[in-house]
């Protein structure tokens, strides 16, 4: 008896690992192709491109899991990435991520599971003379403060654009 494990869905991930030439090492831009597409990884799109790669799906899973910018289920509308590495913790980055998870009721690395708002830690932005620094879709901002959060998520958060980065 033939098992058929994937389907017409999987042709644009057949289609994504072409134009990469089916290579290995070209595995995390095609991840970030695949998740810009799709929005997430889903564990069928990590068998076709384990499969197209010929690689084992261990292999993908070990990337996947390293890299925080993956998505295994469908992310939070806007994601907040609040730097906690030193430099921005001391000028008070522990104090914004305890209002941003007061104001938005969520937690630290609950990455939203499709809801509006997901916060994430990062370690260091290269911002760290203008910290505590923070992103907010993808757009870099410093010297965040609760009152400035509170600004930035009328202006960044209620644009009722999704998230891009
Ligand atoms: S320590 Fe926060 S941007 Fe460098």
Do not use: W
């Not at 017409?8 to 030439?21: A, K, N, T, V």
């Not at 564990?43 to 925080?68: K, M, P, Q």
């Not at 990455?111 to 907010?136: H, R, S, T």
């Amino acid at each position: 008896m033939v098992v058929i494990l994937n389907n017409l869905d999987d042709e644009p991930i057949h289609r994504i690992c072409g134009e990469h030439g089916r290579r290995p090492d070209e595995l995390i831009e095609i991840l970030h192709t695949v998740q810009k597409e799709h929005g997430y990884l889903t564990d069928a799109a990590l068998r076709t491109i384990a499969e197209a790669l010929n690689i084992s799906r261990a292999e993908i899973h070990g990337v996947v899991s390293f890299y925080h910018d993956f998505y295994r289920a469908q992310p939070a509308r806007h994601i907040l990435k609040i730097c906690r590495a030193e430099a921005c913790q001391a000028v008070g980055s522990d104090d914004l991520a305890a209002y941003a998870e007061r104001k938005f009721a969520t937690t630290m690395g609950d990455k939203g599971a499709g809801g509006q708002i997901g916060i994430e830690a990062v370690y260091c932005l290269g911002n760290c003379a203008l910290g505590p620094a923070m992103l907010i879709d993808g757009k870099l901002h410093g010297r965040v403060t609760p009152e400035r959060l509170d600004i930035l998520a009328e202006t960044d958060l209620s644009s009722g654009e999704a998230r891009n980065g």
